[in-house]
């Protein structure tokens, strides 16, 4: 099966791949290397989901607002692959960050919703390394931010 037959049978519509708003890519290839910026987690209507996980949203909210940013990474990706997710060869790893309270320590479980969303789209090519990293504030006042590497084809 192919990952955008997958992508039909998880009834999973990608958003928009965003085009960055400061001086810096959202995707680079180096060789066979597929670097994709950190994205933010933005809702299916395109509004921001802010807050803090432990004070403003629960881990579950966490959870979907990082399973929102790994929809954007397939996006990215499959726009720097020229519309074509056969590129893929290997999830290499994903890096989260959860805007939390400082006595929140269930960011591996908000990462989750990335990793588990990443896994369920490309199978075991989509295993990878991980860190789930608490700070105290991300850009726009989002709950969550994910960046990935891809290995290609």
């Known amino acids: 099966m192919s990952y955008e037959e997958k992508l039909k049978e998880l009834n999973i519509k990608l958003p928009e791949a965003k085009a960055p708003v400061g001086n810096y890519v959202a995707t680079k290839i180096i060789g066979k290397m597929l670097f994709v910026s950190g994205q933010i987690s933005i809702d299916e209507n395109g509004q921001l989901i802010k807050g803090k996980i432990g004070k403003d949203l629960d881990t579950e909210a966490g959870y979907n607002a990082a399973k929102r940013c790994a929809l954007s990474i397939v996006s990215q990706v499959k726009k720097a692959c ?47 390394t991980r860190a789930a990293v608490s700070t105290n504030s991300l850009p726009l006042g989002v709950s969550v931010e994910v960046d990935a590497i891809f290995e290609l084809n």
Not at 84 to 97: A, E, H, M, P
Not at 113 to 119: E, F, N, P, Q, R
């Open 82 to 128: 020229d519309n074509d997710l056969s590129k893929v060869k290997s999830c290499i790893k994903l890096t989260g960050f959860v805007n939390s309270t400082d006595n929140f320590t269930e960011q591996p479980k908000v990462i989750n919703g990335a990793s588990d969303l990443i896994a369920s789209i490309f199978g075991d090519v989509g295993m990878h």
